[in-house]
């Protein structure tokens, strides 16, 4: 595996290949090793049949965060067991902020918690996700 310095380097390539994320509007707020902060303002395509945004808005928020803590360092990760508690809903033209906590940085897995908050700084869900570590680069050194 080739160590890679800067944490962003490597979020920077995620975010280039990740058309999904790009389609959720999230820009990167901070990365370093194990610990990610995005944001994104939801839409109106967002919204389900109850009036607010579907969870799975939230969700894959979390989840792209997750994983660009989890990728920081190099060392490409997968996801093993990811679950969400949705606290409060979130509507359209909201703009929520996720950050991904590392709890555990082991050899071959990875436990990160994931708050998101919204524009009056509120938790709306938290996110708590494991991760598998293939020990392969995710981005390769020059």
Not at 46 to 66: K, L
Not at 71 to 86: E, G, K, M, P
Request: charged share 20%; with cysteine.
């Amino acid at each position: 595996m080739t160590e890679i310095k800067d944490p962003s380097a490597v979020v920077d390539h995620m975010m280039q290949h990740d058309l999904f994320s790009q389609w959720l509007g999230i820009s990167v707020i901070e990365v370093k090793e194990g610990y990610s902060k995005v944001k994104m303002t939801l839409r109106a395509e967002m919204i389900n049949g109850f009036g607010i945004v579907h969870g799975g808005v939230a969700f894959s928020m979390a989840d792209s965060c997750f994983a660009f803590a989890c990728n920081s360092r190099n060392n490409l990760s997968v996801a093993l067991d990811t679950s969400i508690n949705f606290l409060k809903p979130v509507h359209v033209g909201d703009e929520l902020v996720a950050e991904s906590k590392e709890l555990h940085n082991g050899k071959t897995t990875g436990l990160y918690h994931i708050t998101i908050t919204n524009q009056k700084d509120h938790v709306v869900a938290v996110f708590k996700g494991t991760c598998f570590r293939t020990n392969k680069d995710l981005l390769k050194s020059n």
